[in-house]
């Protein structure tokens, strides 16, 4: 054993006559059920001689482990000497004579675990050893494969790009060939002059088509490479969203990088982390961020506040905003869109009837208690969230006051001088994310009903908000990249910025024309808007970083702008530390590379047609 505890011992002959007048004291740290082995010191020949073998010893044992001694009988089996280190050491093997069989029972078990547990807590130890070297070989090997997949997917978006811009210069030198033709017609007078001339710029435009098909084969070549992997790093970005989910509360942490907002779980980011889990069929973790508002969550005045800590469920601001209460309720309605349940119905009736409180004179909502000021994009939410609401249920109330909020945007939101959308009542500062949104959450026939020009409200966005930045990634690689600023970049004095998240949202909304188009017959224009599209859907690809964080595993995700700690003309600035993930860019990254637009009840992606 490990472990001593003391025995003393009185001598008898084997005859039985006692052969000490005092008791010696011992220890043993070797037991067996048949005896035990006592060290001892000797004090001269008068002890030593009662260490011989056949003597017999009464013992009485003092184990630490119980509540008295035991007593027991026995005789010298064997008798070893040690005379170094001075005096000299005796080791004596005692066979039991007699002993309480319980007793000597808890002993030997004593004895046991003191030598086994060692061996077992050993034993663990490698195990736990091999599972550690396991598990970080295994993550390893993720973060590897996850970095692999990323870097196919921008690989083949800058493919793209690159055959994209030679497509675009093969076809404005076509033109000017044939504008040279043109003129040489008119110019030209002698016939095999002309002749001659119209023979080399034809030739030269056919040399020109040769070299565009080449150049398409490419382009369908990279697109499908990108494809072979797109799906399997969009599905790990899901994971990597999921991964930031807090398993006691079911809030998921808004971003990833910046310390200063660790832990934070913002309202408007939890609808769409739960929209991303529906998309991907993970129904428990989008129910799971669900119930914490339909029943943890704490309020004010019956509304949700803007964020929570992703930890203990608290509210991180006092404030208030309706924009954030409309998205969990558009994610309720998509939840029982996507599983056929009316689980979390009433959570979003609850949101309608709070909005519906508040709603104005006018049929329009301030931006929350305690707050005087109207904004667009709210307006926007409310009308799409409204109006599924009533498709739902089919209550006269949502469609009253969706109607109403209609009126408010008819009368606030829009231009009609400058075809644009204005931020908010009196209000004329450019958002991005009022021009994308007016789109998607209003549509374009109801739009042009308005005598809103979806068009021209796009093309504004487009030519305002439009910028190329050079993002500098976190593996030090610099890239080009075209998207949508939170605002007119001229007037910030910043530089261009470019948002992920409502870059996105003009793709859903590029989308969403086309898809319109295309049901009333324009083909031409159709077309014009799903390459926007696809233009923009493949610019956000360049931007995907890989994780650093243990949780996401290098897998996929978006930052939330190209330049961090940016000011970005609405009240707020991006988060800092350039490799900090983003939840909202990265779902709405996820929405428009599926085809999913968030206020349409219509179908779903991966319904059956």
């Known amino acids: 054993m490990n472990t001593v505890f003391p025995v003393e011992l009185e001598f008898f002959s084997p005859a039985g006559e006692k052969l000490s007048s005092s008791l010696l004291q011992g220890f043993t740290r070797d037991v067996g059920e048949g005896g035990l082995c006592v060290e001892l010191k000797s004090f001269g020949r008068s002890t030593e001689g009662l260490f011989s073998f056949g003597n017999a010893l009464e013992l009485v044992i003092n184990p630490t482990f119980l509540s008295g001694p035991v007593r027991a009988g026995g005789k010298i089996a064997w008798v070893r000497k040690e005379d170094s280190p001075h005096p000299p050491h005796y080791t004596l093997g005692v066979a039991y004579t007699r002993i309480d069989p319980a007793a000597n029972r808890k002993i030997i078990r004593f004895a046991k675990r003191l030598v086994w547990v060692p061996r077992l807590a050993a034993a663990a130890g490698v195990v ?7 598990f970080v070989w295994h993550n390893q090997k993720l973060v590897g494969e996850n970095k692999k997949l990323v870097g196919q997917l921008i690989a083949s978006a800058e493919k793209k790009s ?65 494809a072979g992997s797109s799906k ?55 129910e799971a961020v669900l119930d914490f ?99 739902k249920t089919g209550k006269e109330k949502y469609k009253r006051a969706r109607d109403r909020v209609l009126g408010w945007i008819k009368k606030y939101a829009y231009s009609a001088k400058d075809k644009r959308m204005n931020r908010g009542k009196g209000d004329a500062t450019i958002a991005t994310d009022t021009f994308s949104w007016a789109i998607a959450a209003i549509g374009p026939p109801t739009l042009a009903g308005l005598a809103f020009d979806p068009e021209a409200i796009m093309d504004f966005a487009e030519k305002n908000c439009e910028v190329t930045v050079s993002f500098a990634k976190p593996d030090g690689q610099t890239i080009s990249a075209t998207g949508f600023d939170f605002a007119k970049a001229k007037n910030l004095g910043r530089g261009g910025v470019l948002s992920t998240e409502w870059t996105a949202q003009m793709a859903v909304s590029y989308r969403v024309l086309s898809d319109y188009f295309r049901s009333i017959g324009d083909s031409a224009k159709a077309a014009r808007y799903r390459e926007k599209t696809d233009f923009y859907l493949n610019e956000l690809q360049k931007l995907v970083i890989t994780s650093p964080s243990r949780v996401g595993q290098g897998r996929g995700c978006l930052p939330y702008a190209s330049q961090d700690d940016a000011d970005t003309g609405h009240g707020w600035r991006t988060p800092r530390g350039k490799r900090t993930g983003s939840v909202a860019g990265t779902a709405y990254g996820l929405f428009a590379w599926m085809g999913y637009n968030p206020f349409d009840l219509g179908r779903f992606p991966g319904d059956t047609p």
Not at 175 to 189: D, N, Q, T
Not at 264 to 280: I, M, N, S
Request: glycine share 8%; aromatic share 10%; net charge negative.
């Open 128 to 134: 736990l050893l091999a599972a550690l070297a396991f």
């Open 162 to 226: 690159e055959i994209a811009s030679r497509l675009e210069a093969v076809e404005k030198r076509k033109a000017e060939l044939a504008s040279e033709m043109r003129s040489a017609r008119s110019r030209i007078k002698g016939l095999e002059e002309s002749l001659a001339a119209r023979k080399r710029l034809s030739e030269a435009i056919k040399a020109l088509e040769a070299g565009k098909k080449d150049l398409q084969k490419s382009l369908e070549a990279a697109s499908d490479l990108g």
């Open 232 to 286: 399997e790093v969009f599905r790990r970005m899901m994971e990597w969203v999921r991964s930031h989910q807090n398993l006691r509360t079911g809030l998921v942490a808004s971003f990833e990088g910046d310390v200063r907002l660790e832990d934070w779980a913002f309202t408007y980011d939890q609808a769409l982390a739960c929209q991303v889990f529906l998309l991907f069929q993970n129904r428990e973790a989008a």
């Open 293 to 391: 508002f339909d029943r943890k969550a704490e309020r004010k005045e019956g509304a949700f506040f803007n964020g929570y800590y992703a930890a203990d469920g608290y509210p991180v601001e006092s404030v208030i905003h309706v924009g954030p209460n409309v998205w969990i309720g558009i994610a309720a309605l998509q939840h029982g869109r996507a599983t056929g349940s009316e689980r979390f119905l009433p959570l979003a009736e609850s949101v309608a009837d709070w909005l519906i409180g508040r709603q104005d004179a006018e049929g329009g909502f301030q931006g929350g208690p305690g707050f005087s000021w109207y904004s667009t994009e709210h307006h926007l939410d409310a009308y799409a969230f409204l109006g599924m609401l009533h498709q």
